[in-house]
């Protein structure tokens, strides 16, 4: 027979007794009761139950970066125990790996409660453990540790949790600073006695006063004061900035601690101080900071003691937290270590980094320059315009400022209309248009289980940028402290979209051939000239288009700026990123919950859609780690904007999170088509080529690559960004190569193949060019025509010489002639940087940058062709030759222009050919001499290393070639933590060789000439120390610009024999 119990329910009949059976009601136990019967009665029906259970759940996701140790009050009291036997287990403090990790459920599962309560016993030892060396070793109690990798920046916290009242005082330290006294903090500051820290007790054996003595002693005086600050609450008065409990000022080693009282609320009932839920808000705390007195705290254990932890939590910069329930606790427990990595992170981060982007306004004389920033302090974004005069600098205008008071219901926030059924497909993003999509955003970002609290209106408002609900009380929203309520913008480059910039007579032969009612590309140029406003009047000079900039922002948008004003005009937010938007509202966001959301670099271009529509200016936009989703907008007209399609994961399942920047192009077969690589963790982790058409978003063809199948195992994989080749000029692309995951270099061919040796046309006449669209087989491409080429290998396969591991390539090859005009130089580089674990820096081997040669681009079948190149013994082995820091660039008077640490690079010459002789007198394909057998090397290649000192260095953002030179960035993950996050280099090669340029490129000496006053020792120097670790910019003018949010570039030089176009893309009016 099932479970049953009766209810009590007075209502079924008058005059009830509790012995009368009609007054009651019988339940039978249902499967989901007995559950939760049985999760209570297993995991919570006692307090001990509940605490472990809640500890275990809440360190379940703990970070392995983080090191971690226990105890206990009455039975374990050391943080050095090897022994899983010992009442402590293996606590040794060390990172939480799995076995750490282990080794605590362990502990857990047979921990001893003691009766009596020591809880200044226990936080004084941990605060003398933070006294010793262990604590801040690198590798604790260890092995290998050094003064160098005895990192002073580590912060460092104390957990304390109890369900009782302290009742057992304990001997004060040596030195002891008590919050009841006057002393000097490491900082050189004064404390004095001053609310809400200092209390009445004249013992002072407290809680707090060994709170206050562990936080105002510099733990380890034998290490530099490099532990950064937390500032939370920033003020204009430094005074009241540095005593604001809400801040942690200090940047010496010292704890802080969290505390965490089980079923003691009802203690908390002094009317003076009433608790209100949150360590800094409410009355009780409003009347410390108004002078009122702590109650006194005392051994033997009285409820005061309860005021105790939050005294505690005060005096050393941290939290406290009063739960009443198991719930409550797992939600603390989460809490505190959220507050722990939010203050780690925001310390840890660079607080700004950027992105640049130039436009030009009449050549090298004047250019504008737009950069972003984000702060990691609250995840604002910043886009600022600057110009750059005659090598003056002036800012015109920054969005911080001028959006400032945005108003959330006029704001013109978009999104696409859930039915679909709109002409133009976007609708404004409110509570009523999400339809089913609204209950997205009811859930509660601080539940632990995706719990829903009915707020979903309250956010939609607060996303489109109500800041009514922003606070710190538990029913606000997160409060964004920034002027503005633009997100952080951090992978994302911004595009500019004014006047049309193809050359109309280029454009027109793109359509003009295949269209009857052709639409001019001169005529929209003309109708969509951007718009010249006179700075003194405000009157338009010429030009109808307003100019703007489009960059995507993690606040769930694609933001549309004024280009003229810096006032956003537009946002659109992505479907996919909808299901995340409850996030932003969530107090913990700021640290471990941070999530992207619009992450991608948008790419525009005009496009023909057809002969109703004709030239359109459309943009595609991605999500980098925000989703596995791309999107088009129509951005012809800013003031009407349209939404084309959006294209996700739900309908492609070998879309991934959309890391690879998409590519535009015009086929063969007669299409407009972005093409894009499917990106990392798809569904499947395979690589594959997506053709997607761009006026209807329908899959065109996909290309799937075979699999890398390594002992038996399917290794996961994806497409990096695709790279179009147009052979001839003609605007239309012939070939594609991408990279992957598995360090393969991929071509695909996009156009119908030939075994011809003449080419005629359909009249007969016979032309040289084997792609000219006038010839019948060209016309008669179609989309089974784009397939991989090569018979479905790869054309290069990136392994590292020591190791022969698979090097990743995430970036977007480059393409140059070869030399011998046969074929194409694929210019590729190795490394990833997108993964957590990626930051582990790889010191066992190097990654290369290299440059293949690919020799069949002239329409000539591949399928049965044997690959060459794969082998790095066929290559030209190109080295760094040496690395000088501090090297001095002085002028004539021996003044110091300028400070570098400098790289030089080999120049070994390519040879080729084995036989050369009448090289250049033979450029036909037919000639023995051109022969694959002749051929000496199949490219080149340039480890990342200065002589054998492997540092992890990798190439992560795409290149760019100019002429010969072929420039790129490297970063290199920081293996000190109190370091910044990454060293990066500058460098420019010659794009031919792998090795030196012939010629000085960088303006080493930083008087705005590159010359011979640039070398080093009459060496051309190929690479320095650069801030750019979201790449560079080149921008009008010859100027490149970091990342660091500086408007400092460096100059280059050109190529003194600058070759042509390399790439398929058509001329932008700037090179007119």
């Not at 900035?241 to 089980?262: E, H, T």
Request: aromatic fraction near 10%.
């Amino acid at each position: 027979m099932p479970a049953y119990y009766y209810t009590y329910e007075h209502s079924n009949k008058t005059n009830c007794s509790k012995i009368d059976d009609d007054c009651y009601s019988l339940k039978f136990v249902t499967a989901s009761e007995r559950q939760n019967f049985a999760n209570w009665y297993s995991f919570y029906r006692n307090r001990a139950l509940a605490t472990i259970s809640a500890t275990a759940l809440a360190f379940y996701d703990l970070s392995s970066e983080v090191r971690l140790s226990w105890q206990g009050l009455g039975n374990c009291k050391s943080f050095t125990s090897t022994d899983s036997n010992s009442n402590c287990g293996d606590n040794a403090f060390k990172n939480y790996s799995s076995e750490h990790k282990g080794q605590l459920y362990t502990w857990l599962r047979n921990i001893k409660f003691d009766q009596s309560t020591y809880l200044p016993a226990a936080m004084r030892r941990a605060g003398d453990f933070y006294g010793t060396a262990r604590a801040w070793e690198k590798n604790p109690g260890g092995s290998g540790n050094t003064t160098e990798n005895t990192y002073a920046c580590r912060p460092s916290y104390h957990v304390m949790m109890t369900d009782g009242l302290w009742n057992q005082a304990v001997n004060a330290p040596s030195s002891f600073l008590h919050d009841n006294t006057t002393f000097k903090l490491p900082d050189g500051q004064e404390y004095k006695r001053q609310s809400p820290f200092n209390d009445t007790n004249s013992d002072n054996y407290t809680l707090a006063d060994l709170a206050m003595h562990y936080w105002a002693t510099d733990l380890r005086p034998i290490l530099p004061n490099e532990v950064s600050p937390y500032i939370h609450t920033k003020d204009n008065d430094p005074s009241k900035q540095y005593w604001d409990p809400r801040n942690d000022p200090a940047n010496w080693q010292r704890m802080v601690n969290f505390m965490m009282g089980l079923g003691l609320t009802e203690a908390l009932d002094n009317p003076k101080l009433p608790w209100e839920g949150a360590t800094h808000s409410g009355t009780g705390y409003q009347a410390l900071l108004n002078g009122e007195m702590w109650p006194k705290a005392s051994s033997a254990g009285t409820k005061n003691n309860v005021y105790d932890l939050w005294h505690a939590a005060l005096n050393s910069r941290g939290e406290f937290f009063s739960v009443d329930s198991p719930e409550a606790m797992v939600k603390a427990f989460k809490e505190i270590l959220n507050r722990i990595e939010d203050r780690t992170a925001t310390a840890a981060r660079p607080a700004v980094s950027a992105s640049f982007v130039a436009d030009s306004d009449g050549g090298k004389l004047k250019s504008n320059v737009y950069a972003t920033q984000f702060s990691s302090d609250d995840w604002s974004g910043e886009l600022s315009k600057t110009q750059l005069v005659g090598g003056q600098i002036k800012t015109l205008w920054s969005t911080k400022t001028a959006n400032q008071g945005i108003n959330p219901s006029t704001r013109n926030v978009m999104m696409a209309a859930p039915d679909a059924v709109a002409d133009n497909r976007l609708v404004s993003f409110n509570w009523g248009n999400l339809g089913d999509l609204q209950d997205l955003l009811d859930v509660n970002p601080e539940s632990l289980v995706g719990a829903k609290d009915g707020r979903g209106k309250e956010r939609v408002g607060y996303i489109r940028g109500d800041r009514g609900l922003e606070g710190d009380s538990e029913t606000s929203f997160r409060r964004r402290n920034s002027d503005t309520v633009i997100g952080d913008i951090i992978n994302s480059s911004p595009v500019i979209v004014g006047t049309p910039a193809y050359l109309a007579y280029l454009a027109d032969a793109i359509e003009a051939p295949d269209r009857g009612s052709y639409k001019s590309y001169s005529d929209f140029r003309e109708a969509h000239r951007k718009r010249v406003i006179n700075p003194d009047t405000g009157t338009v000079v010429s030009g109808n288009r307003k100019e703007m900039i489009y960059v995507g922002g993690n606040d769930g948008m694609l933001h549309g700026f004024n280009a003229d004003t810096g006032k956003e005009e537009f946002a659109f937010i992505p479907t996919e990123v909808i299901k995340n938007l409850y996030r932003l509202t969530g107090k913990n966001y700021s640290g471990g919950e941070h999530h992207y959301f619009v992450d991608g670099s948008p790419i525009v271009r005009d496009v023909y859609l057809s002969d109703d529509l004709g030239w359109r200016t459309v943009l595609i936009g991605t999500l980098r780690a925000g989703g596995k989703a791309l999107f088009a907008l129509d951005v012809t007209d800013p003031d009407n904007i349209e939404l084309l399609w959006e294209f996700d994961s739900s309908t492609e399942e070998d879309l991934g999170y959309s890391f690879a920047q998409p590519e535009i192009v015009r086929l063969h077969t007669g299409e407009w088509a972005v093409l894009q690589g499917n990106g990392y963790d798809s569904a499947n982790d395979k690589a594959a080529l997506l053709i997607i058409d761009i006026a209807t978003g329908d899959l065109i063809k996909k290309i799937t690559v075979p699999d890398v199948v390594e002992k038996d195992i399917t290794l996961p994989n994806g497409l990096s960004s695709v790279r179009g080749a147009d052979n001839n000029g003609d605007g239309l692309v012939d070939y594609a190569y991408a990279g992957d995951l598995q360090g393969n270099v991929w071509r695909f061919d996009l156009v119908k193949p030939t075994n011809s040796s003449e080419f005629a046309t359909q009249d007969g006449q016979i032309i040289s060019d084997p792609f000219d669209r006038r010839l019948a087989d060209i016309k008669s491409t179609t989309h089974a025509d784009f397939k991989l080429a090569y018979g479905g290998n790869p054309l290069f396969t990136a392994k590292d010489g020591a190791t022969e591991g698979r090097q990743a390539i995430t970036i977007q090859p480059s393409l140059v002639r070869h030399p011998s005009s046969h074929g194409y130089l694929v210019l590729v580089g190795t490394g990833k940087y997108f993964e957590h674990s990626d930051a582990n820096v790889d010191t066992s081997r190097a990654m290369t940058l290299y440059g293949i040669w690919d020799r069949k681009t002239k329409r000539q079948p591949t399928d049965a062709y044997t690959l060459r190149a794969g082998n790095r013994n066929r290559l030209l082995a190109q080295s760094f030759t040496s690395q000088s820091n501090g090297v001095q660039y002085t002028n004539d008077e021996n003044q110091v222009l300028s400070t570098r640490d400098i790289r030089l690079l080999s120049s070994e010459p390519p040879k080729w050919y084995k036989d050369t002789e009448d090289f250049e007198a033979s450029p036909d394909y037919d000639n023995p001499l051109h022969n694959d057998n002749n051929v000496q090397k199949w490219g080149w290649s340039l480890d990342m290393a200065v002589g054998n000192k492997l540092e992890g260095e990798m190439i992560i953002n795409n290149m760019t070639v100019s002429g010969s030179i072929l420039f790129l960035s490297s970063l290199t993950p920081n293996q000190d933590p109190c370091q910044a996050g990454a060293d990066t280099w500058l460098y420019a090669v010659d794009a031919y060789s792998g090795g030196r340029t012939r010629f000085n490129v960088i303006d080493l000496n930083a008087d705005q000439i590159v010359d011979t006053n640039d070398e080093y020792n009459s060496d051309v120097v190929s690479g320095m120390r650069f801030p750019a670790l979201g790449g560079f910019t080149l921008a009008p003018g010859n100027l490149v610009f970091g990342s660091d949010g500086a408007y400092d570039p460096t100059a280059i030089g050109d190529d003194p024999n600058t070759s042509g176009r390399q790439s398929w893309h058509i001329i932008p009016e700037k090179y007119q």
